[in-house]
């Protein structure tokens, strides 16, 4: 089992900027996906987005044009920016790694397709 290393998050206002990054193992492989999820109290894991290394990326459609995804390089982690928070986008978020494949169209939707976690950061928006 590898664990990714997260850091970021914390606490907003509403309409404001987070960024959290994912620290995956080293050295990446040719073909993963970078996923991320989150969870909010008395709710089901939702997928927000997620990208390959091919830079094949998807988001869920309440992340479209307000978060942005980057996949991991030799010098820097993968990102998750999310600008324009809202008090819903309160949730403890996680990031994610499927070694076996790119990502795929239902990567969103299947998390049990992620064999790797991080240890999960908490995001606050306040109104």
């Known amino acids: 089992q590898v664990r990714l290393v997260q850091s970021g998050g914390g606490s907003v206002q509403a309409g404001g900027f987070l960024r959290l990054s994912c620290e995956p193992p080293r050295p990446t492989r040719a073909r993963y996906c970078m996923g991320w999820f989150r969870q909010a109290p008395g709710k089901e894991r939702e997928g927000v987005a997620c990208?390959?290394?091919?830079?094949?990326?998807r988001y869920a459609s309440f992340a479209w044009g307000r978060f942005t995804i980057s996949e991991p390089f030799s010098d820097s982690p993968g990102y998750l920016g999310m600008r324009k928070l809202k008090p819903d986008d309160t949730a403890m978020y996680y990031c994610a790694l499927d070694l076996s494949d790119n990502c795929r169209a239902e990567s969103l939707t299947d998390s049990t397709l992620f064999q790797h976690w991080g240890q999960g950061t908490q995001v606050t928006v306040s109104s």
């Open positions: 990208v390959s290394k091919d830079g094949y990326s």
